[in-house]
């Protein structure tokens, strides 16, 4: 099959959220990232569904709600080391991985994901 957007390729809407799902339990038990983020994680899982849902290309809910992303920006405030980006992308393999989504098109997302998670690190330590 032909697609237009990864946001398609993945299925959509339900895939966005089944991915969020699986992947902010295991952001939460991470002794690195945990910490960064509020007891309440709802609210960020929220965001994250509306912007992964954009970014792949899918409809822009992110922006809709709150404006240009400028997600490097967005993530001054917290300590994102290379090591932190390592592990976010690892907490994301993982979740991709209890998807039923070929491991091609998990390996597809992870890629599309590296750059930002790189490009957010601010910090040596």
């Known amino acids: 099959m032909n697609y237009n957007t990864l946001y398609e390729a993945i299925g959509g ?3 966005v959220r089944e991915i969020v799902e699986k992947f902010y339990p295991k952001v939460q038990a991470h002794p690195l990232l945990g910490p960064l983020f509020p ?4 609210p960020v899982m929220d965001k994250q569904y509306l912007f992964l849902t954009q970014f792949f290309g899918g409809p822009s809910l992110y922006s809709d709600a709150f404006g240009h992303p400028m997600m490097r920006g967005r993530h001054l405030p917290f300590p994102i080391t290379k090591e932190r980006a390592e592990a976010w992308l690892d ?3 993982r979740a991709l991985s209890e998807t039923e989504l070929p491991e091609g098109l998990q390996q597809v997302v992870l890629e599309r994901l590296s750059g930002p998670a790189h490009h957010f690190i601010n910090t040596e330590d």
């Open 13 to 15: 809407a339900p895939a």
């Open 39 to 42: 007891a309440n994680i709802d």
């Open 91 to 93: 907490c994301m393999r």
